[in-house]
């Protein structure tokens, strides 16, 4: 018996979600007194793979198919659901982002397994095996007992703090053998965001509204965001208006975001942005309404001008940082 975990590499090395993500499977292996086997699909050096022993990661099953590089909702399933059977697997984790959306809910059809979706806990096997998660976008919290044999579980990013330890784990090939029929859908071309700090895994963020006027005074936010090495977003007028780029787009109909630090600056604080960011451990707001909504979901708040009180809040961040050498 074991947990299975399937791990997404990107051009054969592994970002932090995933490092996240063999640690919750290892945790939950460990509680079923079990062990944590990780998938990885398509191209990936021997050491990449090894160095997941780190993060509690019993063994590395590797099907090494280059097809597998690219997305196939169809040999991604197929193959999960291979090594679920050659590992015995009683729970499959995989990452709640568009590769486990896609493949989760077809392995779980296919092994007859029930799924929750969107997990932020490890499951409580007191009574049962039961997760909570996110739904209605993020508004509520449900608990959910999984009562079949096998269960699938996806895992909202940024839910655990990531705990590097020493090790490696063996990595073993696994022959899956596919058809054409398997590749008759695929992704042609990933457009990638260029930036220092990627939205999904940023742990700081500093994010702008309609309140900064227009684009012209973005500035504020990138020279805050810069001091802080945090990653921009923007609600989702600001991107419609193409005043940023649609991917800094956060809640409802955007990102779900779950940093340490959300900085949200001149943004009313409407349900649907809310939905995206209110899994923040620390929310801070700078609006110059006292009754904007945001306050009431705000940790930290000051009543003010963007465009003065953010400069403000840069220059004494960076004179605090300054001491700090
Ligand atoms: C189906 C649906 C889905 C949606 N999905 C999303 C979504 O995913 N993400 C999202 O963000 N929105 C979404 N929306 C839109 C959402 O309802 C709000 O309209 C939007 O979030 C408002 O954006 P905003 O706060 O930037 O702008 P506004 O509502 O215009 O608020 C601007 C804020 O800035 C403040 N302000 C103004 N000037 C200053 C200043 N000088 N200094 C400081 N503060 C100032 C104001 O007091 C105000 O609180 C959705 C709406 C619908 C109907």
Same mark, same amino acid.
């Given at each position: ?59 590395? $099953?590797? %099907? !090494?198919?280059? /097809?597998?590089? +690219? ?10 659901? =291979? @090594? ?119 742990? $700081?963020? %500093? !994010?702008?509204? /309609?309140?900064? +006027? ?10 805050? =965001? @810069? ?99």
């Amino acid at each position: 018996m074991s947990v299975l975990v399937l791990v997404e590499n990107i051009e054969g090395s592994f970002k932090k979600k995933s490092f996240e993500l063999v640690q919750y499977a290892a945790a939950v292996a460990s509680k079923m007194g079990a062990q944590a086997t990780a998938l990885v699909l398509g191209t990936c050096s021997n050491d990449a793979m090894a160095a997941l022993g780190a993060y509690g990661a019993a063994k590395v $099953l590797h %099907v !090494s198919d280059a /097809r597998l590089d +690219k997305l196939s909702a169809r040999a991604y399933t197929k193959a999960v659901v =291979a @090594a679920a059977g050659h590992t015995a697997a009683k729970v499959i984790v995989a990452s709640h982002d568009v590769v486990g959306k896609t493949v989760a809910p077809q392995v779980a059809s296919r092994l007859k397994a029930g799924l929750a979706a969107g997990a932020v806990s490890y499951p409580d096997t007191s009574n049962g095996f039961v997760i909570k998660r996110n739904v209605f976008a993020g508004k509520a919290f449900a608990f959910v007992n999984i009562t079949s044999d096998i269960k699938v579980v996806t895992l909202l990013a940024n839910s655990f703090q990531v705990a590097k330890a020493e090790g490696s784990c063996p990595v073993e090939a696994l022959s899956v053998t596919f058809d054409d029929k398997d590749f008759a859908v695929q992704v042609k071309e990933v457009n990638k965001v260029s930036g220092s700090v990627p939205l999904s895994e940023a742990e $700081l963020v %500093v !994010s702008g509204g /309609r309140g900064l +006027k227009g684009p012209e005074n973005w500035g504020v936010i990138e020279d805050l =965001a @810069a001091t802080l090495g945090a990653a921009t977003a923007c609600s989702r007028p600001v991107a419609d208006s193409h005043w940023r780029p649609h991917h800094e787009h956060v809640g409802q109909t955007g990102g779900t975001i779950r940093p340490n630090l959300y900085i949200a600056i001149g943004i009313s604080g409407a349900i649907q942005h809310l939905a995206g960011v209110n899994g923040s451990k620390t929310i801070v707001v700078i609006n110059k309404d006292p009754e904007a909504p945001f306050f009431k979901a705000a940790d930290y708040g000051v009543v003010g001008d963007a465009l003065e009180v953010t400069p403000k809040l840069n220059e004494a961040l960076k004179k605090f940082k300054a001491t700090q050498h």
